[in-house]
């Protein structure tokens, strides 16, 4: 049996998720990062798989889109970081629940 | 496509991302963080996009996991504090899980064979970025130069 | 190059503003470059029009129209253009030649006056918008220009505002010329309703052309009465009576811009602009005669009659030439009206030269006198001012109309001539020769004031002027009489170049009876003139010195004519006593009937407030606070779920789009 389209959307599907799991549930600022990078992966493993499984163009559309959005992903990355080390010299903490200013 | 490679692949590539997500040490997870990467390259390979997977590595593993595992030792003096785990942000991923793998599976169109294709040179790959997508080349060039030098204000003392 | 003016035209008006603008931008203390600059322009504007004057001496007729759009709506579209042809550009040199020399007599004339850079600027725009106007396509872009010298004359006569009397002329030259061009306006669009282009020349389409007068000659009566209602604006701009009164006022200006403005160019617009659309007025001639031309006649015989008897009482050295240029727009109207078009531009042209040497050399008598203004206090300036007093006379012999020599003779005589050959009736013409000899009185009358006799209390210490003020008398007293080479019967020139034809060479055509009658009674006039002034302003028998011998003769006819037959006391009780009492009644009305009306109205409002305020308190109010004591307390609740910590937000998120895909699926 050779894997389908579908599987490869449910794998990405479940990447996604632990992304997103990473992003909801733990405290550190870090974490929130490494799981939006994880579901920017996911996307782009469904472009390429899109791509894969679909009619061919020239030029490969998908593939395209995946380096631009790897290339954005890494700049965000960058600037993510950046923040959390911005954050951590002013309120001496990464703890996301502690940073609270923006409540109603 | 070897469906063999692909079930190890899937497995390695689900099981370090979720240590990645779960794990209680900063730099474990940084680890782990790096190896799904490693396995989300691995299925671009086996999806024929060898190009973008080696992209994947180095930008991924090379200087995300680089730049994460920096950020951890400069705010180290918080890392050996206790996290709590929020149990809701958990319900709520299983759910959007399910939700998504119900309806993929729900729509009968997906489920088809990879058809055989044109092996996808890095020649293609360049003629295409030099030629139709030269344009977003340049924004996008644009915009990590403004990442780069934002990300360096944003680190710079602050003035007292 | 000639022919690449020809289709730049605009270059030529354009220039003139241009300086006009640079020069507004200086500093007050910039005297010379502004001088030089509106000099300069002037300068280039000669250069271009003698560019342009010359194809048109190639081919006879010769006739170039440039058309473009101003702008469309709808389907209607303005159109807008340039000509040039014999008309205009005869015009152009006149307006840029006499223009130069009034520019360069300003410089000496204005040496002292503290707003030196404004007058150039002023000049500089007038003389751009003169020079637009004579080369207009368009009634719509002539009357645009026309409107700008109006504005120029304006600003002109106004230009020592802080005179009271120079304000008041500058507004009654306004305010006069105004109604002659509510005429004009209407009459611009009753011919647009009628015809459909206000292009005078479009290949065949133009109003002035085959298809436009055919649409027009449907019915003669309309045609007519547009023609005299743009007669009204040349009427009032060329100082017709009954709109005369302002240009005798409009002295109050600098004397360059009496010389300028109200003696060679813009007060020459209306003859102009008769001569322009000619076709319309002759539109259905039986033998030559409409009624349109017939009241353009009487207006213009009128016109220089009354102006000349007035011009004869008169003190003031600019009031008599004032009177005595509305006594020639007068003949040349009379000229346009009998068929004479060639002659009333020859003599306008004409007229152009020498009047404007008259009126400059009274500047330079004035600035003689120390800006004094009164004929009978002057005397015996031919000795101190010998330049002046040569060029004064020559320009007062081509005025009074001395034949062989002088321009002015020639063209009077053309003009004659066209009278005499009026079917409709013989007396214009012998009216006409009454205003010849009373011409010639009159300038004589002021010559022996100014220039002979013993000298009186302003003409004590008085000097030739400098230079710069009298170069520019020569030239024009050259062109005064050079310019007549081109007039004689015997080679009629510019007649043939106005008319389209070829001139021919003819001797015998200089002997003419007519032409002694005019030498007689232009003789009869200079010479009553001297007799009855040779011992003015000094006494004589039982009569002062101070006394005028004509007043001593004819005392009541002599107040009648000095007070100008007492027209502007008329206008004053008639139509300014009308429009006073018009204002007076509006004034009280708006204060007793109308503001009462409004009080009333403003009461009952006042009175439903006073309810309805009752009833938004009582009433509306309290159910407002509910509701909006309701939304707080809403608020309240809401902003409990705005914890600030971001892991909530993005989890609502992801649970919003859970739903959406959920949705989604289920919809599909």
């Not at chain 3, 707003?115 to 020079?131: H, K, T």
């Not at chain 3, 005179?163 to 008041?168: E, G, V």
């Not at chain 3, 002035?208 to 000659?217: D, F, P, Q, W």
Request: a positive charge; one cysteine or more; charged letters at 10%.
């Amino acid at each position: 049996m050779t894997p389908t389209l579908q599987i490869f959307l449910i794998v990405s599907g479940a990447l996604f998720s632990i992304g997103l799991l990473a992003a909801l549930s733990r405290r550190h600022a870090i974490f929130i990062l490494i799981g939006i990078e994880m579901m920017l992966a996911a996307a782009n493993l469904n472009f390429i798989a899109f791509w894969r499984f679909g009619p061919q163009h020239q030029p490969p559309t998908g593939v395209m889109i995946a380096i631009f959005s790897i290339a954005i992903a890494a700049a965000e990355a960058a600037v993510g970081l950046a923040m959390v080390i911005a954050v951590y010299r002013h309120y001496h903490t990464t703890n996301v629940d502690q940073l609270d200013q923006l409540r109603g | 496509m070897n469906s063999a490679a692909f079930i190890i692949i899937a497995i390695l590539t689900l099981g370090a991302a979720l240590a990645a997500a779960t794990l209680q040490k900063l730099m474990h997870a940084a680890l782990s963080f790096a190896g799904a990467f490693v396995g989300v390259a691995a299925l671009f390979f086996l999806l024929g996009a060898e190009f973008v997977g080696l992209v994947l590595v180095f930008i991924y593993i090379g200087a995300v996991a680089v730049l994460i595992v920096f950020t951890i030792l400069l705010t180290r003096r918080d890392v050996g504090k206790d996290r709590g785990f929020n149990w809701s942000g958990v319900a709520i991923a299983v759910a959007v899980f399910s939700g998504l793998t119900w309806s993929i599976l729900k729509t009968q169109s997906l489920s088809i064979i990879a058809p055989h294709i044109r092996a996808l040179t890095v020649k293609r790959v360049g003629e295409a970025l030099m030629t139709s997508y030269v344009w977003p080349l340049q924004c996008v060039g644009l915009l990590l130069t403004a990442a780069l030098i934002g990300a360096l204000v944003l680190v710079m003392e602050e003035k007292r | 190059m000639s022919s690449w003016i020809v289709t730049n035209l605009w270059l030529i008006p354009a220039l003139p503003f241009a300086a006009s603008l640079v020069i507004l931008s200086l500093s007050n203390v910039r005297r010379k470059s502004a001088a030089a600059l509106a000099v300069i322009g002037q300068l280039l504007a000669l250069a271009f029009s003698i560019l342009a004057f010359l194809p048109t001496l190639q081919t006879h007729g010769f006739r170039v129209v440039q058309n473009f759009n101003w702008f469309t709506f709808g389907e209607q579209t303005l159109r807008l253009g340039f000509i040039l042809d014999p008309l205009a550009a005869a015009m152009l040199m006149m307006i840029a030649l006499v223009g130069l020399c009034i520019f360069v007599f300003s410089v000496g004339y204005m040496a002292e006056d503290r707003n030196f850079v404004r007058f150039f600027a002023y000049l500089s725009f007038f003389s751009g918008a003169m020079l637009g106007l004579v080369i207009a396509n368009s009634l719509v872009l002539l009357f645009i220009f026309w409107e700008l010298v109006g504005l120029a004359s304006y600003l002109l006569i106004g230009f020592w505002i802080e005179r009271p009397s120079a304000a008041a002329a500058a507004k009654k030259a306004f305010v006069t010329t105004r109604i002659g061009d509510m005429g004009f306006f209407l009459g611009m669009l009753w011919l647009y309703n009628r015809s459909g282009t206000l292009l005078f020349y479009d290949g065949g389409n133009g109003c002035l052309e085959s298809a436009g007068l055919a649409m027009l000659g449907a019915s003669p009566a309309v045609a007519g009465f547009i023609a005299l209602l743009i007669f009204c604006g040349a009427a009032g701009k060329s100082g017709q009576f009954p709109l005369h009164v302002w240009l005798p006022d409009a002295m109050e200006g600098p004397t360059p811009v009496s010389a300028l403005i109200h003696a060679a160019t813009m007060v020459a617009a209306g003859v102009f602009l008769v001569a322009r659309v000619y076709p319309l007025f002759s539109l259905g001639a039986i033998n030559g005669v409409t009624p349109s031309l017939t009241v353009v006649v009487w207006i213009g015989v009128t016109t220089a009659l009354m102006a000349a008897l007035i011009a004869v009482a008169q003190a003031d050295i600019k009031r008599i030439l004032a009177y005595s240029t509305v006594s020639q727009l007068g003949l040349m109207m009379v000229s346009l009206g009998v068929g004479g078009v060639a002659a009333g531009i020859m003599h306008l042209l004409a007229h152009g030269f020498f009047k404007a040497l008259l009126f400059l050399g009274s500047g330079s008598v004035i600035h003689g006198c120390h800006g004094e203004h009164d004929i009978r206090k002057m005397g015996g300036l031919r000795r101190p001012m010998p330049v002046t007093f040569v060029t004064y006379a020559i320009g007062m012999m081509a005025l009074s109309g001395v034949p062989f020599f002088f321009s002015g003779g020639w063209t009077k005589e053309e003009i004659l001539h066209a009278t005499a050959h009026w079917p409709r009736s013989h007396a214009t013409y012998y009216l006409m020769l009454a205003g010849v000899v009373l011409t010639a009185l009159y300038m004589t009358r002021q010559i022996i004031y100014v220039f002979f006799g013993n000298s009186r209390s302003a003409s004590e210490r008085v000097h030739e002027s400098p230079r710069v003020m009298t170069t520019p008398l020569i030239v024009l007293a050259i062109c005064a009489i050079f310019f007549s080479v081109l007039l004689t019967p015997a080679w009629p020139w510019l007649h043939t170049y106005l008319t389209g034809e070829s001139a021919q060479f003819e001797l015998v055509r200089l002997i003419q009876p007519m032409f002694f009658v005019s030498l007689v009674l232009v003789g009869a006039g200079i010479g009553f003139g001297i007799w009855m002034y040779r011992n003015a302003g000094a006494p004589e028998r039982n009569r002062p010195a101070e006394i005028d011998p004509l007043e001593y003769a004819q005392p009541a006819l002599f107040r009648f004519l000095a007070n100008k037959m007492w027209i502007d006391e008329l206008y004053n009780r008639t139509v300014v006593a009308f429009s006073w009492m018009a204002a007076h009644l509006s004034d009280w009305m708006d204060r007793y009937f109308w503001d009462g009306l409004v009080r009333g109205f403003g009461a009952i409002g006042q009175l439903f407030a006073i309810f309805t305020t009752s009833v938004d308190e009582r009433g509306i109010n309290a159910g407002v606070d509910e509701t909006t004591a309701g939304a707080r307390s809403l608020g309240r609740v809401m902003s409990t779920a705005h914890s600030g910590q971001i892991q909530t937000y993005l989890g609502v998120v992801a649970i919003g789009m859970l739903a959406l895909l959920l949705l989604y699926a289920w919809l599909a």
